[in-house]
């Protein structure tokens, strides 16, 4: 037995002696997702957290989804393997200058993308996902103002989409910025039959050529039930694991970054910080642990509940 099987029956053994569960993004790697007691995008996770019954959580994703783990868990064990996976776009809005930047914009409605930290949803009327951001918007009443934070290219996806204006922070994230609008055109020449599915998290330029622009889960939902046989794929490289899985007679082409690498998609380093190795010690030392303060916990909690039930 090679030491990668063996350490996953290690992990899965340990995981029924402390009755925990594994939630993991599809960004992460291949070997995480088949230990995985559920794998989903990001709503999909904030809701397994939210009615789970095990007693520990361990979240293989980044810091911000273990931590809306946490909040919607306040008094289960939320386990992360890395504290220091983060994400640009979490920690590209810290929440002092967050605080300063709302006083230019009172009687306004804060939205906020689920990838920001908890501190930045306590100061938020709404959450979302890239799931169910439309829907969010679509809620607020229309005489409302709104400011929309973290991120400026999802941010400018809705305003396209809702009709709504909104004032927008001007946060990113690193990944879907990587991807080259000229290679990319390049690609699609050269294989004119291609479907091109983005993620709105992609700047305005690539999410103009695509036909298709959705979630994590809504990527992998469209290329099942699309007729098409060629997709070119505009989001991180760890959701090719299911694609592959789901869709094994479909060609899946990653989207070319404009680095040129061996990795034709983009990965987000982040995410990739997550070993089995760091799950095992996490889980067997229980250790390092998401701790948050109750009173952040009970006010972030509010926004991302609204979420829920939208
Ligand atoms: P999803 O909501 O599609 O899971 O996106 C999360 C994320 O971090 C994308 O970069
Ligand atoms: Fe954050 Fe981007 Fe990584 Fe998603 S892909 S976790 S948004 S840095």
């Known amino acids: ?132 951001a439309v829907k969010v918007i679509n809620s607020i009443p229309k005489e409302d103002k709104i400011v929309f934070a973290p991120d400026k290219n999802l941010g400018n996806y809705l305003i396209k989409e809702t009709g709504r204006e909104m004032v927008l922070w001007n946060g990113s994230c690193v990944v879907h910025e990587a991807f080259s609008l000229e290679k990319l055109i390049d690609l699609y020449q050269k294989n004119p039959d291609a479907v091109i599915v983005a993620h709105p998290e992609s700047e305005t330029h690539i999410l103009k050529t695509a036909h298709y622009i959705g979630s994590t889960s809504g990527m992998i939902n469209y290329i ?31 989207a070319p970054s404009k680095e040129d690498n061996s990795c034709a998609c983009s990965e987000c380093a982040f995410m990739k910080m997550n070993t089995l190795e760091k799950i095992y010690n996490c889980l067997l030392n229980e250790f390092p642990e998401v701790k948050l303060d109750r009173n952040l916990v009970d006010k972030a909690r509010i926004p991302i509940e609204k979420m829920l039930q939208c």
């Open 224 to 254: 099942k039930s699309s007729p098409e046989i060629k997709f070119i794929i505009a989001t991180e490289s760890g959701i090719l694991h299911k694609m592959k899985h789901e869709v094994p007679h479909k060609t899946l082409i990653p």
């Open 1 to 132: 037995i090679n030491k990668k099987i063996l350490l996953q029956q290690k992990i899965i053994k340990l995981k029924k002696q402390k009755n925990a569960v594994i939630l993991a993004h599809y960004y992460q790697l291949p070997e995480i997702q088949e230990i995985a007691d559920f794998v989903g995008d990001s709503l999909e996770l904030s809701r397994k957290a939210a009615e789970t019954e095990a007693e520990i959580i361990v979240f293989a994703g980044v810091y911000f989804m273990a931590e809306t783990a946490k909040i919607l868990n306040f008094n289960k064990k939320v386990l992360v393997p890395d504290v220091n996976a983060g994400c640009s776009l979490a920690d590209g809005c810290p929440p002092d200058k967050f605080r300063e930047f709302l006083k230019d914009y009172p009687n306004h409605k804060v939205v906020t993308y689920i990838n920001c930290s908890a501190e930045i949803k306590t100061m938020s009327d709404y959450v979302c996902t890239s799931s169910n």
